[in-house]
């Protein structure tokens, strides 16, 4: 096959053709920039039902017999999901109030009324309503433990909203995902039968179809490129200006920039070369 | 004569919803090299699906073509395409060139296709334009030539490859009676000098030009005669 002449095709595309080219590619960055708007929305949601998440902590009082505590350490962390177990002692915690309150609690009441705790922090897959609660309950049964306190209501609020969340944002992803293909697909496959009779004509003088069909997926793959680059530019340009308006302290915006950059030049690419191999397919029958 | 197009017993049927549509039935049909030939009958008696088995631009449901003694019927759609580029030259109703590009590069299209080189493609499509009398107009685009140019730049096209047939689709149906008569002149030339001319038409002013009128009814075989006079110059 004749390299050049191929080359030369696809690129001639571009020049002959400049208004349904323009409209492919507006169409592929159009595409990208919602699904990139979308996997940046997703992300930052993710992340932050994650901080959340890890902020949950369970708080374990025991009865004044510190002693034991050595045992009581060991009978938590050998439950199931419990990640670690730190203990602070009657001291510590009065210097934890010290610190957060500004007085020695000794001076005020004259003696210290702080239990000794352990601080629990539970494995990532734990950290759910459900399975905290069974965690809680199998660590007040410890003899020595006289409470267990953690953010109850924090954790069921992230779990019932998460789960709606997850579902509702999964729907509209694949909304998302089948308009925009659908979209691009048809951009491209109207670009392409208006070049109807050109197939036809290639096809007559004897164009095996590989031939016919490949400068239209190098021009796709070209515009699928340069669509994904344009959408790019909008996506960090949109989110530099967004993210400006939002207090970093609730945020923590994330923009997954490797990873990020190569799924949507790579989805481009894709979008290209899909929406001008069925474009050019139904012609070539 | 050998035989350039041996078809025995080949039917086409499409699927049309539920319903099957028999677009050629048992149709059988031998044409000799240097025959002139012409195809006719109302719409709908499978001239269109005839010619379209005759061009290899689709198989036949059943039965067997040969094409210069190969299976046609059993080739896969690059053997197809490299049947049409080597060894049939199209001229239709509509001239199908290339709206962009010149007419140097319309009457290349096949050579590029075969691989042959620029230099090569070149010397060949001047020739074959020289043929038709338009070597003076190698630079010029379709939509600067009339009518009959265009059909002579499509017949340049078809001799270009020097193919074994040459299968004209109502050529002159685009054209006004007398740029219709000076491509039907030309189609006489070509035929001296022993190309293998096949003609679809429903004019029959047109057909009396060919040697040879196959009439097809229904998908079928009506009637194919051989016309003894040489009608007109």
New interface residues.
């Given amino acids: 096959m004749?390299l050049k002449?191929l080359l030369k095709e696809s690129l001639n595309g571009f020049q002959?053709a400049q208004l349904s080219v323009v409209a492919s590619i507006f169409s592929i960055a159009l595409a990208l920039v919602l699904i990139g708007g979308y996997i940046i929305a997703q992300t930052n949601l993710n992340n932050l039902v994650s901080t959340l998440r890890n902020k949950v902590e369970l708080e374990v009082f025991l009865n004044n017999s510190e002693t034991e505590y050595k045992l009581i350490k060991t009978s938590i962390i050998n439950i199931d999901g419990v990640s670690s177990a730190i203990f602070i002692s009657k001291k510590e915690a009065a210097d934890i109030f010290k610190k957060e309150f500004g007085e020695d609690i000794n001076t005020v009441l004259e003696f210290n009324p702080l239990p000794a705790s352990f601080r629990v922090t539970l494995e990532r897959e734990f950290k759910e309503s459900n399975k905290t609660a069974i965690i809680a309950s199998k660590i007040k049964l410890i003899p020595g433990v006289d409470d267990v306190v953690y953010r109850k209501k924090l954790l069921e609020f992230i779990d019932s909203r998460s789960k709606f969340l997850t579902s509702v944002s999964l729907g509209v992803g694949g909304m998302l995902l089948l308009v925009s293909f659908g979209f691009v697909v048809n951009t491209i496959r109207l670009a392409i039968a208006g070049k109807r009779?050109?197939i036809?004509?290639?096809?007559?003088?004897?164009?095996?179809?590989?031939?016919i069909r490949l400068p239209f997926i190098i021009e796709g793959i070209f515009q699928g490129i340069i669509g994904s680059t344009v959408a790019l530019g909008i996506i960090i340009l949109c989110f530099y200006i967004f993210s400006k308006f939002i207090s970093s302290e609730i945020s923590n915006i994330i923009f997954l920039p490797t990873t990020f950059v190569t799924l949507i030049l790579g989805l481009g690419i894709f979008l290209g070369w899909f929406g001008s191999y069925f474009g050019v397919r139904r012609f070539l029958k | 004569m050998p035989n350039v197009i041996n078809i025995q017993h080949i039917s086409k049927s499409y699927e049309m919803g539920d319903q099957t549509v028999h677009a050629l039935e048992d149709v059988s049909l031998r044409i000799d090299r240097g025959e002139y030939l012409a195809i006719m009958g109302p719409s709908g008696s499978g001239k269109s699906t005839l010619m379209n088995m005759l061009g290899c631009l689709d198989t036949p449901t059943s039965g067997l073509y040969q094409f210069n003694d190969a299976n046609v019927s059993s080739m896969t759609d690059d053997d197809l395409a490299r049947i049409r580029n080597k060894e049939i030259g199209f001229v239709f109703q509509t001239f199908n060139l290339l709206a962009r590009s010149n007419t140097l590069h319309n009457v290349e299209l096949p050579l590029i296709y075969a691989g042959i080189r620029k230099e090569e493609r070149y010397r060949r499509a001047l020739e074959a334009l020289t043929h038709v009398g338009l070597e003076q107009r190698i630079h010029h685009k379709p939509n600067e030539l009339s009518g009959g140019q265009r059909q002579r730049v499509a017949i340049a096209r078809a001799l270009v490859t020097k193919p074994s047939i040459i299968l004209a689709d109502e050529p002159t149906g685009n054209l006004d009676t007398k740029t219709g008569d000076e491509i039907m002149q030309l189609f006489g030339e070509l035929h001296k000098e022993g190309h293998t001319i096949i003609l679809v038409t429903h004019e029959e002013y047109i057909a009396e030009h060919a040697h040879r009128i196959i009439r097809l009814r229904d998908g079928r075989v009506e009637k194919d005669e051989v016309v003894i006079k040489q009608v007109k110059k």
């Fill in positions: 004749n002449y002959k009779k050109a036809e004509t290639m096809r007559l003088v004897g164009a095996t179809n590989s031939f």
